[in-house]
């Protein structure tokens, strides 16, 4: 089994900052991509931003300039640095990594965190 488990979600004021991080654990034999969702309520669960594990970045538009997304291959960590947050911004975010367990290794899998609460208020 594989756990994704985030953390460093809370409250904050519009523009400040918040950085989320997210460690998998458990059977894992790679991890090949990894990457943030935000649900936000009413709303689909949409991409915020991915990282493959060579370190190349791809952001959804609107969150390029304020969001950054990295890795720690060794730890098998990912990590999300939230700057000039806006009351949009908040919604439940969610971790994402295709993994590669020790058990089916020639299969990757998806697997999610729990989700963290990131509120941004006016």
């Known amino acids: 089994q594989v756990q994704l488990v985030e953390s460093g979600g809370g409250l904050v004021q519009a523009g400040g900052s918040l950085r989320l991080s997210c460690a998998a654990s458990g059977s894992i034999f790679s991890i090949n991509t990894m990457g943030w969702y935000r649900q936000a309520p009413g709303k689909q669960r949409e991409l915020v931003a991915s990282?493959?594990?060579?370190?190349?970045?791809n952001y959804v538009d609107s969150m390029k300039g304020r969001f950054t997304i990295s890795r720690d291959n060794a730890k098998n960590t990912v990590y999300l640095q939230m700057n000039s947050l806006k009351p949009e911004d908040t919604a439940v975010y969610y971790c994402n990594a295709g993994v590669r367990t020790e058990w089916t290794p020639l299969v990757e899998l998806d697997y999610w965190g729990q989700g963290t609460q990131v509120t941004v208020s006016s």
């Open positions: 990282i493959t594990n060579g370190g190349s970045t």
